[in-house]
């Protein structure tokens, strides 16, 4: 990843303003090469670290999305770890609810005690239907709760093109995601859990009760920078594939739906995360909490405060493009007391050429409480001019 250069030019109480400079005569950068034409019906190829999508194609269809529902199931137990609701080695007696459920199988028996961890196990690597419906029923307390809790977090999350009815995938009326709803989950899941994430989803293959099965996942096996996805299929489906994988700190997530077959979704999604890494690039602009000004404070305690990012700022660029990347900062005008912490201050802007690629807020990075009265009435006599 590359590091483009930048200086503040001027400070005033009007604006503060920093550009990157210019490189003379640099060569014109050789064009970039569209996207591969893929079958599927639904795609999206995403760059987690900035959000931007980098190829899509009907990404916001609702379709049904099979075993990569899973995702969902995981990411809410994920959750019950994490907050201390469950354990890893919490004993779930099995239900016959779950060891009757069809398709896909981790092969648990009805009555017997399995840990958290092996049944995510098998959900994850085996992709069993018994596993998700006994997390499901353990988590939630009954399936119904369950799957309530799937789609409120859905909504939390922004995803608008995703119903749930069940926490396996099973076809039914209704159950529906969207390419880029999957995409949305899957980067959230890795950004959130990713201690789990790789725990569980980068396992290549899991035996029970002397059965063993291998990950789906086949792209595992393929390319050592995958690092996990999911899988799901059903007649209706076709064959979907998301999956992640990070090179040189750039993680893209692939999301494809419809295929006609395994090969099919492991090539399709290949050919999405070969392309990205080929042709793009992160490029960081700068990193949460450096002070980027240190514009003046009216009316409060100190007479100025330090602005920066309170996340780092990075953004994508096509490979070898970040010489004619360029970074402004415009503040507020003047800035009064009091200051939170955070408060946006102004806007810090990224272009590629002529073209904007990314704003940010730029914030308080200290508070400044408002000040006493004599310090209040000198501010507003100097606020005249």
Not at 155 to 174: R, S
């Amino acid at each position: 990843m590359r590091i483009f250069a930048a200086a503040v030019i001027s400070t005033s109480l009007m604006s503060t303003v920093m550009a990157a400079e210019p490189v003379p005569d640099a060569p014109a950068a050789m064009p970039i090469p569209g996207a591969p034409v893929l079958s599927a019906r639904s795609y999206i190829l995403l760059d987690a670290n900035t959000d931007q999508t980098i190829v899509e194609k009907n990404a916001d269809q609702p379709v049904p999305p099979a075993s990569i529902t899973k995702l969902m199931t995981s990411y809410l137990v994920f959750s019950a770890l994490k907050s201390g609701q469950i354990h890893l080695t919490d004993m779930v007696t099995i239900s016959k609810n779950a060891w009757q459920m069809q398709g896909s199988k981790m092969f648990i028996e009805v009555g017997k005690q399995v840990s958290v961890e092996n049944l995510l196990r098998g959900m994850i690597v085996q992709s069993g239907n018994d596993a998700a419906t006994a997390l499901a029923e353990y988590v939630g307390g009954n399936q119904a709760t369950f799957v309530s809790e799937m789609n409120a977090t859905a909504k939390k999350l922004g995803m608008t093109h995703t119903h749930y009815e069940d926490p396996t995938g099973w076809p039914a009326p209704g159950h529906v995601m969207s390419a880029r709803d999957i995409s949305i989950l899957f980067d959230d899941l890795v950004r959130r859990f990713p201690e789990y994430y790789h725990e569980f989803f980068r396992q290549k293959e899991f035996t029970w009760n002397g059965i063993k099965q291998y990950n789906r996942e086949k792209l595992l096996f393929r390319d050592n920078w995958v690092d996990g996805g999911k899988t799901g299929h059903t007649d209706e489906a076709g064959f979907c594939l998301a999956t992640s994988g990070q090179q040189n700190g750039m993680r893209l997530i692939a999301v494809v739906l419809g295929t006609e077959s395994d090969e099919a979704r492991n090539n399709e999604a290949e050919a999405l995360l070969n392309y990205g890494f080929r042709f793009f690039e992160n490029v960081p602009v700068r990193k949460a909490g450096d002070v980027l000004a240190t514009p003046a404070v009216y009316k409060g305690v100190s007479n100025s405060v330090p602005v920066g990012l309170a996340k780092d700022m990075i953004v994508l660029v096509p490979k070898d493009q970040a010489k004619n990347v360029t970074v402004s900062m415009t503040l507020k005008p003047k800035l009064i007391a009091p200051l939170s912490v955070d408060q946006p201050v102004g806007t810090i802007t990224v272009k590629q050429g002529d073209k904007v690629i990314a704003t940010r807020d730029v914030v308080a990075l200290k508070a400044v409480p408002k000040g006493g009265f004599f310090k209040s009435m000198v501010d507003s006599v100097k606020l005249w001019f």
